[in-house]
């Protein structure tokens, strides 16, 4: 299995990077990607990815994040990397009242607009988005910008299915969190019924939403991530290898890179 989506340069992993990918490895875990939150963890997330074979990165400032000061300027040199392979995690918030909506928004709004003469320029890439109690207002912002529809994938998905078919509808992928797993979240598990095999992917989102059956651990890691996977396999009715195959695949695709072997 492949993590399409963590954070490894959050505190509660330092000094532990290399002991959380081995057991990565050990749980047949390919390999990883660390997303951005701010443009203030970029050289850190580079390196982190330089350093290690199987982790690349990505390039973005999370909507949560849009009061802290933006280095547009670090946010370019760090997309240039070889192994910083997407833009994100980008979007809006709205579960909380801070930072406001107007500011997440102007924030969200420039970054598109950086990606996008980014992407002229020849940095082409996914997109991955942050999307929480937001589809109506988020949708509509993205339909206007200039980057193809399906190249952004709406990830740790939190909605229903009437959401998730208009994520559809858009064109966007979607990737799903051991919130999938929570017998609190029936809705989401639903709403992972009616995404197409190929435009699916899992993620961990570790540290946090640690699936089933380990709930309990904190941080979340990417060793879990086959866990997800496995779930929503066994809610389609089909073999747990084979649609971890195919959501390898689709990784590999979306995101333009080679998964080593495990």
Same mark, same amino acid.
């Given at each position: 299995?492949?993590?399409?989506?963590?954070?490894?340069t959050?505190?509660?992993?330092?000094?532990?990077?290399?002991?959380?990918?081995?057991?990565?490895?050990a749980?047949?875990?390919?390999?990883?990607i660390?997303?951005?939150?701010?443009?203030?963890?970029?050289?850190?997330?580079?390196?982190?990815?330089d350093e290690?074979s199987?982790?690349?990165?990505?390039?973005?400032?999370?909507?949560?994040?849009?009061?802290?000061?933006i280095?547009?300027m670090?946010?370019?040199?760090?997309?240039?990397?070889?192994?910083?392979?997407?833009?994100?995690?980008?979007?809006l918030?709205?579960?909380y009242?801070e930072?406001?909506?107007?500011?997440?928004?102007?924030v969200?709004?420039e970054?598109i607009?950086?990606i996008?003469?980014?992407?002229?320029?020849?940095?082409?890439?996914p997109v991955v988005?942050?999307c929480r109690?937001?589809f109506?207002?988020?949708l509509?912002?993205l339909?206007?910008?200039d980057?193809?529809?399906?190249r952004?994938?709406?990830?740790?998905?939190?909605?229903?299915?009437s959401?998730?078919?208009?994520?559809l509808?858009?064109?966007?992928w979607v990737?799903f969190?051991?919130?999938?797993?929570?017998a609190?979240?029936?809705?989401?598990?639903?709403?992972?019924?009616?995404v197409p095999?190929d435009?699916?992917?899992?993620?961990t989102d570790?540290?946090?939403?640690t699936? %089933?059956?380990? *709930?309990?651990?904190?941080? $979340?890691?990417? @060793?879990f991530? +086959?866990?997800v996977?496995?779930f929503?396999a066994?809610?389609r009715?089909?073999d747990?290898r %084979?649609f971890g *195959?195919?959501?390898d695949g $689709?990784?590999? @695709?979306?995101f +333009?890179?080679?998964?080593?072997s495990?």
């Open positions: 299995m492949f993590d399409t989506h963590c954070h490894l959050f505190d509660c992993y330092e000094g532990r990077i290399p002991e959380l990918l081995e057991a990565a490895v749980d047949g875990v390919r390999g990883c660390s997303i951005s939150t701010t443009t203030g963890d970029l050289a850190r997330l580079v390196a982190l990815a290690h199987r982790v690349w990165c990505s390039a973005g400032v999370h909507p949560l994040y849009s009061d802290r000061p280095d547009w670090a946010m370019e040199r760090a997309a240039r990397h070889p192994k910083c392979i997407a833009w994100g995690e980008l979007g918030d709205h579960h009242p930072p406001a909506r107007s500011l997440q928004t102007s969200l709004e970054q607009a950086r996008e003469g980014w992407t002229s320029e020849g940095l082409a890439k988005v942050h109690d937001a109506e207002t988020l509509p912002i339909d206007r910008c980057l193809p529809n399906d952004f994938v709406f990830h740790c998905f939190t909605g229903d299915e959401q998730v078919r208009a994520v509808d858009f064109g966007a990737s969190t051991g919130i999938a797993t929570f609190n979240a029936s809705d989401v598990a639903k709403a992972s019924d009616l095999s435009r699916i992917m899992v993620e570790a540290p946090f939403l699936p %089933e059956p380990h *709930r309990t651990i904190r941080p $979340n890691e990417p @060793r991530v +086959g866990h996977a496995d929503l066994d809610r009715g089909v747990r %084979e *195959r195919i959501l $689709n990784a590999a @695709r979306f +333009g890179i080679d998964i080593p495990a």
